[in-house]
């Protein structure tokens, strides 16, 4: 199974401007936990995007919870194997995004 956000921006992720170098992104459902993917090169929006559902996409496992378990709205647990996006709840909406330019930080804003 695929994760993949809901686009709630209101427009297409920009695939021509290259000014990325990090993304950031939630990995709990209420934020205490997040996850920063560095690149090697600037990137587009669309890529940085699809690299954090890429992330997203693996399976839940035991590992991946452990120290990490209780920033959830129900048992974690009961979705082991499922891809990691399936504990956000509504943080699958992307509603906003921030780019912290000219360093390359962006950072993924989330809700319902």
Sequence with gaps: MVFEYWNSL???????IR????????????????????FNRFVTEKYAIT???????LPITYRYLKNRDDDFLDDPYQYINQPRGRLLSSLIFLD?????????????????
């Design 10 to 16: 209101g427009r297409d992720y920009d695939n021509v």
């Design 19 to 38: 000014n990325i170098r990090s993304i950031t992104f939630p990995i709990s459902r209420y934020g205490k936990y997040t996850k920063t993917i560095k």
């Design 51 to 57: 690299q954090a559902e890429k992330w997203l996409s």
């Design 96 to 112: 906003r995004v921030r780019k912290d330019t000219p360093d390359g930080d962006f950072t993924l804003l989330l809700g319902s």
